[in-house]
C-alpha cells in the first residue's frame, strides 16, 4: 500500500537501486516495482536472479552490461514499445553512475519513453555520509581513478585544479595500496576516509591524514579486503586577514579614489560601508601606490 501510492506507468524503465551489501536496504519501493514490471534488465543475471529468487519475484531477466549495453538497449526499448514495464538493476547499489545503465537510459529516453528512478542505496551518498566532511559543499565523484598506473595518474592529475573540493571514488583491494601511496604523495595533509565492506559484516570507515594511510593498510592484511569508497576531504575555506575588505567596500573605495583626494575617500568609504578606517586607509595607500603615510 505504502509503495503503490505514485504512479507507474506502462511504457517506461524503472531504474532500481539494490543493496550495496546487506539485504534488508532493499527498499519497500523496489520490491513492489520489481513485482509490477513485465521484465527486468540486469548486469550480471546470476546476481540478480538470486536477489529475485529471495523476494518470490520471477521475471524474464535481460542480460545487459558493459560489454552489450547498446545492443541489449534495443531489445528493452522493443518491449517498452510494446508498453511493458522494463526494471535495469546493476549488481549492487545504484545504477547508470559506475555501473552500467546510462547508456540505457540515453537510449530510452531518445526513443521517446519515460524514464522513472526508484531511489535506494548509494556507496557514494553512504560514504559521505558518515565522513564527516566538514568542508565540503558540493563533490566531485570520479569512480574507479584507473587500473594502470599511468591511467590513475593521469585521472588524479585532471582532477589536481578542482581538488580543493570533496572527491570521492573508488578502487578496487588489488589495487588499493597504490592509490593510497599515490594520495600521500600528493596530498599528504588532507584529510581522506576510507570506507570498505559498507552494510557488511566486516564493514569498517576510517579517517585520517592522507600521509597515514599507506601505513594504516599495511599494518592488517584483511584492512586490504574488501570494495573500497574513498573521500578526499576539501580543504578548509582560507580565513581572509582581519583587516581585509569585503568586496563592496573594496568597490566604494576604488570609486571614490578616482574622483577624490586619499584622506576624503578613505573617510567617506568608512561613512558609507561601515568598514574599517584603518584597512581602508591601507587599501587606499595600495591602491594609490602611495606609502607616505597620513600625510597624504
Known amino acids: 500500500m505504502a509503495a503503490g501510492g505514485q504512479h507507474h506507468p506502462p511504457g517506461a524503465l524503472y531504474v532500481v537501486a539494490t543493496p550495496i551489501g546487506n539485504f534488508a536496504d532493499l527498499t519497500l519501493r523496489a520490491v513492489h516495482v520489481l513485482g509490477l ?6 548486469e550480471d543475471t546470476r546476481v540478480s536472479g538470486v536477489l529475485l529468487s529471495r523476494l518470490g519475484i520471477v521475471k524474464p531477466l535481460i542480460a545487459l552490461h558493459e560489454h552489450n549495453e547498446s545492443a541489449a538497449s534495443a531489445a528493452v526499448i522493443e518491449r517498452l514499445a510494446r508498453g511493458e514495464r522494463v526494471a535495469y538493476v546493476s549488481d549492487a547499489g545504484t545504477p547508470a553512475i559506475s555501473d552500467p545503465g546510462a547508456l540505457l537510459v540515453r ?4 526513443a521517446g519513453h519515460g524514464v522513472m528512478p526508484i531511489p535506494g542505496a548509494s556507496s557514494v551518498a553512504t ?6 566532511d566538514a568542508a565540503g559543499g558540493g563533490f566531485t565523484f570520479i569512480g574507479f581513478p584507473g587500473a594502470k598506473p599511468a591511467e590513475r595518474r593521469a585521472a588524479l592529475d585532471r582532477i589536481a585544479p578542482i581538488a580543493q573540493g570533496s572527491v ?7 589495487r588499493i595500496a597504490m592509490l593510497l601511496d599515490e594520495l600521500a604523495a600528493r596530498w599528504p595533509e588532507r584529510q581522506l576516509t576510507i570506507a570498505r ?3 557488511k559484516q566486516f564493514e569498517s570507515v576510517v579517517g585520517l591524514a592522507a600521509r ?8 592488517d592484511a584483511n584492512r586490504a579486503r574488501g570494495e573500497f569508497v574513498l573521500v578526499l576531504h576539501a580543504l578548509p575555506a582560507a580565513t581572509p586577514p582581519p583587516d581585509a575588505l569585503d568586496p563592496q567596500a573594496e568597490h566604494t573605495l576604488a570609486a571614490l579614489l578616482a574622483e577624490l583626494p586619499l584622506k576624503q575617500a578613505v573617510a567617506l568609504a568608512a561613512a558609507i560601508t561601515g568598514a574599517p578606517r584603518n584597512a581602508l586607509y591601507a587599501r587606499a595607500l595600495a591602491l594609490r601606490g602611495d606609502d607616505q603615510g597620513l600625510a597624504t
Not at 107 to 110: D, K, Q, T
Request: one cysteine or more; a negative charge.
Open 107 to 110: 537510449a530510452v529516453r531518445a
Open 37 to 42: 514490471v513485465d521484465a527486468v534488465a540486469c
Open 127 to 132: 560514504t559521505l555520509s558518515v565522513a564527516g
Open 197 to 199: 565492506e559498507l552494510t
Open 212 to 219: 597515514e594511510a599507506p601505513a594504516w593498510l599495511a599494518a
Open 168 to 174: 570521492v571514488m573508488f578502487e578496487a583491494p588489488h
